[in-house]
């Protein structure tokens, strides 16, 4: 398991009109990548490094209309 690792969130969940919207940004300091090596068992910590991680999502309830008594619209990018 990877120590040392710092991680720095801000996240925001706000009524935009009638979008309900959120998102979160997060930066994490040395933490663990996806790696393999071979560097003995003692050594073995894997790839560490800095990455950035965003996502921001919205909802938007239909209104009553013929074809539909309720329905909603989902939208998430990451």
């Not at 790696?35 to 990455?51: F, L, V």
């Amino acid at each position: 398991m990877p120590q040392g690792v710092k991680q720095t969130n801000l996240s925001l969940a706000k009524g935009i009109g009638p979008v309900s919207f959120g998102a979160e940004l997060s930066y994490r300091q040395n933490g663990a990548l996806n790696s393999t090596g071979s560097c003995g068992p003692a050594q073995n910590t894997g790839a560490r490094g800095d990455t950035w991680h965003a996502i921001a999502n919205g909802s938007y309830l239909l209104p009553m209309t013929a074809p539909w008594d309720t329905g909603s619209v989902l939208v998430e990018l990451a």
